[in-house]
Structures are given as C-alpha cells and as structure tokens.
C-alpha cells in the first residue's frame, strides 16, 4: 500500500501535467481548459491508483483473484464521454466538425494521469511536454503547410421558381473564377449550389459574393476559408 506522502505527490503531480496541457487550450478558448484537463488528470491518477493499491486488503484471501488493471481500463472508454461533449458540429457552408484536438487532448491527458498513479513519472512528464509541443509549437507550421492547399467554399441558396439554369451558367462561365469542383442539390424546393475555389481566388470571391447578396432570385450566400 502507498503511503500517503506518495499518493499525494502522484496526484500533485497529475494535475501539474494536467494544467500545463489545459493552460495551452484555455489559451485558445476552448470548451475544455484549464480546470477540466487537471480534473481528468488527477481522476485517472487517482483512479489507477484506486486500481492497483485500493483492493491490497483482501489479496491473498482464499478464491479471491484481482485483475489491477481492469478499473483503470474503464478510464479508456469512459474518456470518451468527456471527449465527445468537446466536439462541435457547425453548419455553415458545409458541415465543419471543431474539438476534436480537445477532445484527443482529453484523452491523452487521461492517459498521463493514469501513468502518474501507476508511478511512470518519466512516461507521464514526457507525454505532457510532447502533447505540449504538439498542440502549440505545431500549430503553426500545421497552418503554413495547409494554406498552400486549402479552398474556398461558397454556398447559394435560390429562392423558389428562380431560374438556377442561368444562374448556375453565370458562375461556370461569366465570373471568371477557377471553380475547382461545385455539386447542386434541391431541398423543400430550393437549390442549394456549392463552389469550391482555390485560395488565390479569394478578392474575386468576396467581390462576387458581395455583388450576389442584392440579387433578388438569392436567398442565402456565405462562403468559408
């Protein structure tokens, strides 16, 4: 059985990984910062803890058997709970899912708590610096690389009985745009067109979009980068 000066270094220790991986993300704003990543550090610590050490009482007893690692093996799954609570889906344009670095970084925090309890403080201090340099120093080389290849997206929406032929025409051979792939559906009677565009494209996208808005037969247009 761990003393109590042991526990308590291995929970300090837990929600001390887990503050600097939420301090990256209650940078950012988001849904899961700082007080939520030390929570589910210093749970799964306490939880592998828990697992290896609660039962010592009763080992040895005759027919009883103990696997010490099923509690902490729930954490796995049960994270995920936690983890898809971060996740947004936001319909603008087309759908974008967002959180899902928050929630792997959730995950990956209760994976550093349970090596905490299980006393990997190496594993555990080596997991934190490298989730930390993954979620910021990253980033921006992420963003770099990406901004080569990301487009544009546009979305119109027609109002009933309006002539989608012509317009549809228009945008494939007046405007002047490089359209690289663009799909047409119908819904309650409406057509909803989406363009996609390479990212040079931009001020001739913003310039059609803002000449589209005052056109009567338009009922929505939006577009994303």
């Known amino acids: 059985m761990l003393d109590p000066k042991e526990i308590l270094i291995r929970l300090a220790l837990a929600a001390l990984f887990g503050a600097l991986i939420g301090l990256e993300r209650e940078r950012k704003n988001r849904v899961a910062g700082l007080r939520t990543h030390m ?4 749970g799964a610590c306490l939880i592998m803890i828990v697992s290896a050490f609660g039962f010592a009482d009763i080992l040895g007893q005759p027919n009883v058997t103990l696997d010490p690692s099923r509690i ?7 994270i995920g709970f936690i ?9 603008q344009g087309s759908g974008t899912i967002r959180g899902l670095t928050t929630a792997a970084g959730l995950w990956t925090v209760a994976a550093i708590g349970l090596a905490t309890g299980g006393g990997l403080y190496f594993a555990a201090g080596a997991t934190t610096i490298i989730a930390i340099l993954i979620l910021w120093a990253l980033q921006p080389l992420e963003q770099a690389y990406l901004r080569k290849f990301k487009q544009i997206t546009l979305e119109i ?8 032929a012509t ?10 745009l490089d359209i690289q792939s663009f799909s047409v559906e119908r819904s309650d009677d409406e057509f909803v067109f989406q ?3 390479d990212n040079s494209e931009v001020a001739k996208v ?11 037969v338009i009922k929505e247009i939006f577009w994303t980068q």
Do not use: Y
């Not at 929570?39 to 210093?42: D, R």
């Not at 983890?83 to 319909?91: E, N, P």
């Open 39 to 42: 929570m589910v550090s210093v």
């Open 167 to 176: 317009l549809l025409n228009d945008l494939l051979h007046k405007e002047g």
């Open 72 to 78: 902490a093996a729930q954490v796995v799954s049960g």
């Open 206 to 216: 913003q310039h059609l979009v803002d000449r589209m808005k005052s056109d009567p």
């Open 157 to 164: 929406i027609t109002k009933k009985g309006s002539d989608n």
């Open 195 to 197: 363009l996609k565009f």
């Open 83 to 91: 983890g898809a609570g971060t996740i947004l889906f936001v319909k």
